[in-house]
């Protein structure tokens, strides 16, 4: 389904090469427990080849009242599988045309419901706010929402729920949320809502691979807009971090219901899975941020060894793909990744680290507060015109180049966010290997839980020996009209 040419593979690549290189020149940072971590994580877990990750293994670890977020709404006919059709394949998407769909995303923008008020009350200053970036992968998500649903004091947060796919059976999935308040929101500029224009693929875009005198010649729109490794502009990995973007300026500057909220908000994508105690950790390292550690200015409640983007995945995997093709000792890569999910939680439950933020290392379960964000906007055009289409290394530009108190991090050492998904966007495959994944997460947590909900918290120091500098962007956002378009999201 999808086509990844060479060159690409190598220009994501050498961008993180390049970094990992830099990083282990000149940043000293003692991150080597992760690694540990993963080799002796032994205890009650069995390693992955003895996991039982049937579907009635799953099932019998998900409490009954909540197997309804498991259950597809029953189609005529057919049963949608509950190991997962990754795909979108599996609903109906023909039931609505691009008007209709934009229609009702301008109608659920403007309405701004927010479901469960009457139940759990207005927002308080102090809740917790959690945005969730959706894309179309149902399945992560019904996980997601059983693990938000198991967790202690969920009823005072708000969710709010950003998308850019519009699909009835995700909308359907998410107004059943009953725990908590819960508010939908749409990225309007989505490549579904766009699909022949900007944002979306022009029919008169370059292509990509095309030489800049070529494209010139041929004068198709962007043809003075490579990006810094000499491509055009691909529309499907521009969009998630317009959408990033785009979710954090509505929640910050614009939503009625959280623009005055000085509390956190806590960043989350579909295919994660949170512990228990996520919100108490959290309140936990708020209070001691401010009791101990008054430079730091995020909270990441997850860490692992590397970047995670939609697209970035498909990329990797396509990586992999080429490697094994030369390699054919190797012919099972496939998931290097299972090691790197689960870092042994219960022998750091209760430590938190104080480090420079690293996009790599602490982009997942990200929380910081209107202040933080008000000094990330001020540099937006540091966010909005580098050159590379990750949003979390772009984030890393802006820290470095533009803010006057860089981001300083404290990290959870044992998670409480896990990655659930690997599959990637344009992974066909029904099953591979997120039961497995999901059925580990649950198991780890399982035999954690007397871990879990710490009275205190023990700090650690990451020792950086010297600054880093993040000298060139991964490319993808070269085309003046993402620089305009991003700009153009931002609320001041
Ligand atoms: C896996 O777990 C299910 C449910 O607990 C059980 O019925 C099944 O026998 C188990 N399968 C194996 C191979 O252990
Ligand atoms: C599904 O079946 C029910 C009756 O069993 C019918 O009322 C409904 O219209 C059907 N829906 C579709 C989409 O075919
Ligand atoms: C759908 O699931 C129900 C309940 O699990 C089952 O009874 C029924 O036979 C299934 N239908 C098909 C077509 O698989
Ligand atoms: C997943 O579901 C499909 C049906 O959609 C089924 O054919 C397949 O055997 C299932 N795989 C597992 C591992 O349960
Ligand atoms: C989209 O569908 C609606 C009915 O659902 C119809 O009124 C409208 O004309 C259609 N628009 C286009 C562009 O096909
Ligand atoms: C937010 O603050 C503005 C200005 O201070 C005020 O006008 C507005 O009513 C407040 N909104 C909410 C929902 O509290
Ligand atoms: C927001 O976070 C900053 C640290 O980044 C902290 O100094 C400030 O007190 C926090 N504001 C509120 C209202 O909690």
């Not at 020149?25 to 039982?52: A, K, M």
């Not at 540091?382 to 006057?404: A, E, G, T, V």
Request: glycine share 6%; aromatic share 12%.
């Amino acid at each position: 389904m999808m086509i990844t040419g060479r060159s690409q593979i190598w220009r994501r690549r050498s961008g993180t090469t390049f970094w990992i290189r830099a990083g282990l020149v000149s940043f000293i940072v003692i991150f080597i427990w992760v690694q540990i971590g993963f080799v002796d994580f032994g205890g009650p877990i069995p390693p992955y080849s003895d996991i039982n990750d049937s579907q009635a293994a799953i099932l019998s670890m998900v409490p009954v009242v909540l197997h309804k977020f498991l259950a597809p709404k029953p189609k005529n006919g057919t049963n949608l599988s509950l190991n997962g059709s990754y795909s979108n394949l599996g609903y109906s998407k023909a039931a609505f045309n691009i008007s209709d769909i934009k229609r009702n995303i301008a109608q659920y923008n403007l309405q701004q419901t927010v479901y469960n008020e009457d139940l759990f009350g207005p927002l308080q200053s102090d809740s917790i706010v959690i945005v969730i970036q959706i894309h179309d992968r149902i399945t992560y998500l019904r996980h997601l929402i059983i693990s938000l649903a198991q967790a202690r004091d969920i009823r005072e947060a708000l969710l709010v729920f950003s998308h850019d796919y519009y699909d009835e059976e995700i909308n359907s999935l998410v107004q059943s949320v009953d725990f908590c308040k819960v508010i939908q929101i749409f990225y309007p500029y989505s490549i579904q809502t766009h699909p022949n224009e900007f944002p979306g693929e022009d029919p008169g875009d370059c292509q990509r691979d095309i030489k800049k005198d070529k494209a010139l010649q041929l004068k198709c729109n962007n043809a003075l807009y490579p990006d810094l490794y000499g491509h055009y502009r691909e529309a499907k990995f521009t969009q998630t971090k317009h959408h990033w973007w785009w979710k954090v300026n509505r929640v910050f500057n614009q939503l009625e219901v959280t623009r005055n909220h000085s509390g956190l908000v806590l960043f989350l994508e579909e295919d994660h899975y949170v512990a228990e105690d996520f919100i108490q950790i959290l309140r936990l390292m708020e209070k001691t941020c401010k009791e101990a550690c008054r430079q730091c200015n995020i909270l990441s409640l997850g860490t692992y060894l590397k970047t995670y983007n939609y697209y970035g995945d498909s990329k990797k995997k396509e990586a992999l793909h080429a490697k094994q093709q030369s390699n054919k000792k190797n012919a099972e890569v496939q998931p290097s990744w299972t090691f790197q999910v689960l870092p042994s939680l219960y022998q750091h439950s209760q430590k938190v680290e104080i480090t420079p933020w690293i996009s790599s290392k602490h982009n997942m379960g990200m929380a910081f507060n209107r202040t933080t964000w008000n000094e990330i906007v001020r540099c937006a055009p540091f966010f909005c015109k580098y050159d590379d289409y990750n949003w979390d290394w772009s984030l890393q530009h802006i820290s470095q180049n533009c803010l006057k108190h860089k981001l300083h991090a404290m990290v959870a050492r044992g998670p409480r966010v896990f990655h659930i998904g690997e599959c990637g966007v344009h992974h066909k495959k029904n099953n591979c290997g997120s039961a497995a994944v999901i059925s580990k997460v649950q198991q780890v947590l399982k035999s954690a839980k007397k871990h879990l909900f710490p009275d205190y918290l023990i700090l650690t120091y990451a020792t950086v020996l010297k600054k880093n500098k993040l000298r060139k962007g991964n490319g993808g956002w070269g085309d003046h009209r993402d620089h305009k378009l991003c700009m153009s999201m931002t609320i001041r």
